[in-house]
C-alpha cells in the first residue's frame, strides 16, 4: 500500500490548532474545525463544518463529511467513515448547569468515548452515545442511534439501533449460503461466531480495503 507523501492541505477558512498533528496527504476542507491535541492520520479527508475534538485520535485514510461532529476522547482507527452530520458523543449525563444553577465548567464533565474500529461506516446524521464501540467493518445506518457496542461486520439500524444483517469490508449486505455469508460483491466467506461475524482466511485476502 503506497501513503500519500504530500503534505497535508487546509482550506483557509478551517481552524487547525498549532499542535494538532495532521498526516500526509491529508485534507482539511472549508470551516473544519481540528482542536489542539488531535491527531488526525494520514490521506484522511475533513469535510467542510467537520469537528475534531480536542486530543481526538483519527487514523489513517478516513472520512468525515460536512457537519459531522467527533467529540473527545473519541478513537477512529484507520479507513473509518463518518456520514455528514454524524455526531460521536462524550458525556453520560449532559447538562448545562450544576444542580446550584451554576453554569458548569470543564471540570465538571468526565468525558467517555466512541471507539470505531477499522473500516467501520456511520451513516448520516446518526448519534453514537458514547460509550460505545463499533466494530471493525461494522455500518450503523443513517439516522441511527447507538446506545450498545455493534459487532464486527454488523449492519445496525433504528432508535435505538439494532442488528439487522451484516456486511461485508466491500460495504453490501451479506447474503445467507450454506451456513456462512457470502460479500455479493467479492464472495468473500464469513461465519457467525460467538454473536459476532468473522471474516474466513481465504475471503478476507479478497475485501476491499478501506
Given amino acids: 500500500m503506497t501513503v500519500d507523501a504530500r503534505p497535508a492541505t487546509v482550506e483557509a477558512s478551517a481552524d487547525v490548532a498549532p499542535d494538532a498533528v ?60 463518518v456520514g455528514p452530520g454524524a455526531v460521536l458523543t462524550n458525556d453520560q449525563h449532559p447538562r448545562a448547569v450544576r444542580p446550584d444553577g451554576e453554569l458548569k465548567s470543564g471540570a465538571d464533565w468526565d468525558p467517555v468515548g466512541v471507539v470505531v474500529r477499522s473500516g467501520a461506516s456511520i451513516g448520516a446524521m446518526a448519534v453514537c452515545v458514547a460509550p460505545v464501540e463499533v466494530g471493525r467493518w461494522a455500518m450503523v445506518a ?24 451484516w456486511v461485508g469490508a466491500a460495504g453490501s449486505r451479506l447474503v445467507a449460503e450454506g451456513g456462512l455469508w457470502r460479500c455479493p460483491d467479492t464472495g468473500a466467506l464469513h461465519r457467525e461466531v460467538d454473536g459476532g461475524l468473522q471474516a474466513l482466511t481465504d475471503g478476507a485476502a479478497s475485501e476491499a480495503r478501506p
Fill in 142 to 165: 443513517a439516522g441511527a442511534v447507538v446506545t450498545r457496542d455493534v459487532p464486527d461486520h454488523a449492519l445496525v439500524a433504528g432508535v435505538p439501533a439494532r442488528r439487522i444483517g
Fill in 22 to 81: 495532521l498526516g500526509a496527504g491529508t485534507r482539511v476542507w472549508h470551516l473544519a474545525q481540528v482542536n489542539p491535541g488531535a491527531h488526525v492520520g494520514a490521506e484522511c479527508v475533513l469535510g467542510r463544518g467537520a469537528y475534531v475534538g480536542v486530543g481526538v485520535r483519527v487514523g489513517d485514510r478516513c472520512k468525515l463529511q460536512n457537519g459531522a461532529m467527533v467529540y473527545a476522547p473519541a478513537v477512529l482507527e484507520d479507513g473509518v467513515f
